[in-house]
């Protein structure tokens, strides 16, 4: 049973961090490009970073300087470090699961919440 598991949401201050995690369980993790998307509320989801298999990574405009994607093969784990967060930044937080390969599925994660708020 393939999982994503999303941890290190919550509440936090304009100016305050986040680490987020997400746990894959189920793929065979290297076969994956890695992502955090976010949503909210009336809002379309949408890109927040990705990372390749072999660890190149983008990201959106709006949190270019900000947020950065890791992940480590190893343990199966991709994260987002949050940094400098705007009250703008509240959402729900997706991890996803890109596939490399056309026969694979991807992956949703079922989100966290992050709410930037005084």
Known sequence: Q???AETGGGLVQPGGSLRLSCAASGIIFNMYHMGWYRQA???QRELVARITTSGSTNYADFVKGRFTISRDNAKK????????L????????????DPTL????GYWGQGTQVTVSS
């Open 2 to 4: 393939v999982q994503l």
């Open 41 to 43: 509320p009336g809002d």
């Open 77 to 84: 784990m991709v994260y987002l470090q949050m940094n400098s």
């Open 86 to 97: 705007k009250p703008e930044d509240t959402a729900v937080y997706y991890c996803t699961a």
């Open 102 to 105: 056309a026969r694979l599925s």
